[in-house]
């Protein structure tokens, strides 16, 4: 366990407070993080690994590691020597396995788990055999194990808030048997700035079915430590929080391993499974990635197995998947060759009301839409539309799409009340299939809010922004486009109403998340400093207002058409500023 203790402060852990278990939308839900990386490690344990796997972790290594000679010389060895039975043993030495795989699922560095997907599935592997084999060794009754550890003092708050919820550890999960080793971590995390210690005593019953622990005394690299290793996602009920000092800087937590079979969460789980549900894989590593907004690598890994394959409808899947990515990186003109290319090789193979065709049609009308060809995205959308309500029973999740692009459409035509109908059409059926904290309910509720707002109901559209910004939260990383997004709609309505500095709070949220999110000419980018220009104006701070609506311009001259209403709008804005500024100066 001392190996860990240079990386243990930082494992990522979720809470699930007891007054959130208590509302049935909420029951036993853990955070998005929880599910994203469960379904990265059921991928990557799924994927068939070549042998260019190990090669490509080294150089991947190499390039992280580069001017620490000390890591470079493991990682020759490492290269050199690995083989699957001695992942464990790898994985506990003082070295760069264990330290860039806990960082890069903390951080879900997409780029990175996935060039070590084969390390952690063997470690994952090991542990499960381990397990299988030292199963009569536990016998039926529940055993303590001891971890020692700090925690930040924020994260310390949500544990205290989540005594008899839920919390669960995302990493791989060190325990020792030894109380006065884990003690002594506990202490010495304790006089750390902004740190509490914790001395975590969990209660693990065998029987349960639950993530695979293992006793890893004589796989480990540290052969002297009594360390039982759980592999990822280890749920736990918090039970006890007792204070073991003076100083508030030391405290005893004791939890309860638990079978987290909760519904709602398989619900939505289940549902992301499939949304994320290729063939293979890889496809659907690149249908998760592209999912949770990694779209540099979902473009990598779908131009890898579009070179790879030879099979129309893989190419068919790999264009409209990089069309996808395409289009969420504001790059419309390269979003519509391929989208065109996967419907040209479907036209081809398929009869003319194939679902496939309609899916195909949706994108490209998405793609004018974005582009404010509202005429011609109608279109496209119609013939969805079509196909869909020809071939799907009427409360298919697809038709609900098909009615949720026709609405926005008509949103943007102003064509208020063709867009309300539209869109409550798309909640009807979600509200019929989809779990009640599925993401696709919170565009909905999103969509909604936006019709109400241009029809001037503006509390309307602020409840029905607070519905989608609580599903959001619950289900989305934090600089998902979505919530950007949505932030932006309520800023706006925030906005209308004069009040402006919740305005300008929620607009600088969206931009905050479009900066990391989104390449520096996505036209949505353009969408925030236009927002925070427009609140600036309406505050009278004409200097600030021109300066976010010129670097508005900038970006859209840049990525959009020259005919785009909103080049002419954020223009017009300018020359409304430019006199404002003339008149009171």
């Known amino acids: 366990m001392a190996v860990k203790q240079c990386d243990q402060d930082t494992i990522a852990v979720s809470f699930l407070t007891a007054n959130e278990m208590t509302s049935t939308e909420n029951l036993n839900q853990l955070e998005p993080t929880f599910m ?41 060895e490492f290269e050199r020597d690995y083989r699957p039975q001695k992942a464990i043993w790898w994985y506990t030495r003082e070295c760069f396995t264990y330290k860039m795989l806990n960082r890069a699922l903390r951080n879900m560095d997409a780029d990175i788990i996935i060039n070590m997907g084969f390390f952690l599935r063997d470690v994952h592997q090991q542990i499960q055999q381990l397990h299988e084999q030292q199963v009569s060794n536990h016998g039926r009754k529940p055993f303590l194990v001891y971890r020692g550890q700090g925690l930040m003092k924020s994260d310390f708050e949500k544990l205290q808030k989540a005594k008899g919820g839920l919390m669960s550890f995302n990493n791989f999960l060190s325990t020792s048997k030894d109380k006065e080793v884990s003690f002594d971590f506990a202490g010495r995390a304790s006089s750390k700035p902004n740190m509490v210690g914790i001395l975590f005593v969990m209660s693990i019953d065998p029987c349960l079915k639950s993530t695979p622990f293992a006793s890893i005394k004589e796989e480990s690299y540290f052969k002297e430590e009594e360390e039982i290793l759980f592999s990822m996602h280890t749920v736990f009920r918090v039970n006890v929080i007792k204070q073991m000092d003076n100083k508030n800087q030391l405290y005893q937590v004791e939890l309860q391993l638990t079978s987290d079979d909760d519904q709602q969460l398989r619900l939505l789980t289940d549902r992301m499974r499939e949304d994320a549900g290729g063939s293979t894989g890889w496809q659907r590593l690149g249908d998760l ?31 409209n998947q990089l069309g996808s990515v395409h289009s969420n990186q504001g790059d419309y003109e390269k979003a519509i060759w391929y989208y065109e290319q996967a419907l040209e090789i479907r036209e081809k193979a398929l009869p003319s009301n194939h679902p496939d065709l309609a899916s195909s049609y949706n994108n490209i009308g998405g793609v004018y839409d974005n582009m404010g060809e509202y005429p011609k995205a109608l279109s496209y959308y119609e013939k ?50 989809l779990p009640s904290n599925h993401p696709d309910l919170g565009t909905s509720y999103n969509n909604i809010g936006l019709v109400y707002t241009k029809m001037r109901e503006y509390s309307k559209a602020l409840s029905y922004y607070e519905k989608a910004l609580e599903i959001f939260q619950k289900t989305l990383s934090s600089n998902h486009p979505s919530l950007a997004t949505l932030c932006s709609n309520i800023g706006n309505v925030y906005n209308l109403i004069g009040a402006y500095s919740k305005a300008l709070s929620s607009h600088e949220k969206s931009l905050e998340i479009r900066e990391k999110a989104v390449p520096s000419n996505q036209p949505d980018l353009a969408t925030s400093y236009t927002n925070i220009g427009g609140v600036y104006n309406n ?19 840049r990525a959009l058409p020259p005919t785009h209403p909103n080049i002419q709008n954020v223009k017009d804005g300018i020359e409304i500023v430019k006199k404002e500024i003339i008149k009171s100066s």
């Open 539 to 557: 505050m009278k701070e004409y200097s600030k207002a021109l300066s976010y609506l010129e670097r508005a311009l900038d970006i859209l001259q």
């Open 36 to 76: 994203y990386t469960q379904l990265f490690k059921e991928i990557l344990l799924d994927i068939e690994y070549d042998g260019k796997a190990l090669k490509n972790l080294a150089v991947c290594c190499h390039e992280v590691f580069t001017g620490n000679p000390t890591e470079l010389q493991v990682i020759k």
């Open 384 to 433: 969805a539309l079509e196909i869909f309500q020809k071939t799907l029973p009427s409360n298919h999740p697809s038709l609900a799409t098909s009615y949720n692009n026709i609405g926005l459409v008509y949103d943007k035509m102003r064509e208020c009340s063709k867009a309300l109908s539209s869109h409550e059409k798309a909640l009807e059926i979600w509200q019929k299939t």
């Open 289 to 319: 990635l592209l999912k949770i907004g990694q779209f540099n690598k979902a473009k990598e890994l779908y131009n890898v197995l579009l070179e790879q394959t030879s099979e129309e409808s893989e190419k068919a899947h790999y264009h």
